[in-house]
């Protein structure tokens, strides 16, 4: 792939990824401190890519440069798999472990789905990133924001998406056969 080929897939890159984010122009523009038209430009190929450019959006974005340019993975031992779409939620795998431990990062967008809690084998660990996530579990109905957590056994009804009031982010940490999470502490002295 040639560096005119990179580039010009800069471009359709942001975009998706802004919309994904329910980002406007303006609010990235407040972010950034880029034009609406300059980032307008950007997105449909019009204005080449620069790092002045491109740094201030993955800062906004809180994503690697790499991500926004699509570098290849020579030789780094970072996860880079493609992001899956499911009922309207995006997942990127970042274990690789068929029948184990399985890990993902979850991109809820704003909606207004009713809950429809199921079960099935398993436990699950979610740790919200960003945003508000509806958490329905059996008959618990709460609300996480940023830096909250939760685990529960995946046979008990469950549920999760969004308030309605905008995308959230989270991670997820799964055992298909009921691995619960386990998290190591320092004694205390005394």
Known sequence: MTTDDVLAEVGPRLRRLRKEREVTLAALSQSTGISVSTLSRLESGLRK?????????????????DELVGAPPVGDPRVRARPLVRHGRTFWPLSRQPGGLQAFKVLVPRSDEEPEPRT???YEWLYVMSG????????????????????????????????????????????????RMHVRARPTRG
Do not use: C, K, Y
């Open 132 to 179: 508000r996530l509806r958490v329905v579990l059996a008959e618990h109905d709460v609300v996480m924001t940023a830096g909250e957590a939760a685990e529960f056994d995946t046979r008990v009804p469950h549920w999760f998406g969004s308030t309605g009031e905008g995308p959230a982010e989270f991670l997820s940490l799964f055992g298909p056969q009921g691995e």
């Open 49 to 65: 890519p620069s790092l002045e450019l491109l740094l201030p959006i993955a800062r906004a974005h809180q994503v690697p440069l």
């Open 120 to 122: 099935h084998e398993g």
